[in-house]
């Protein structure tokens, strides 16, 4: 299951950077993961330094 971003994120792009799959861009109000697009490998979740990420 693809991971998911939720709204303590603050858009400090520090997730985007580590992806593989390049599977997370800017949203309307925060970053957002495209789940067709995500290998499940939590690169991005290590990275989040409000723990905004989580598996979805």
């Given at each position: 299951?693809a991971?998911?971003?939720s709204?303590?994120c603050?858009?400090?792009g520090?997730?985007?950077?580590?992806?593989?799959?390049s599977?997370i861009?800017q949203?309307?109000?925060?970053?957002q993961?495209?789940?067709d697009?995500?290998?499940?490998?939590?690169?991005?979740a290590a990275?989040?330094p409000?723990?905004?990420?989580s598996?979805?």
């Amino acid at each position: 299951m693809a991971h998911v971003i939720s709204d303590e994120c603050v858009s400090c792009g520090a997730c985007e950077a580590e992806c593989p799959v390049s599977a997370i861009s800017q949203g309307a109000d925060h970053y957002q993961i495209d789940a067709d697009a995500c290998v499940d490998c939590g690169a991005c979740a290590a990275q989040c330094p409000t723990g905004a990420i989580s598996q979805g």
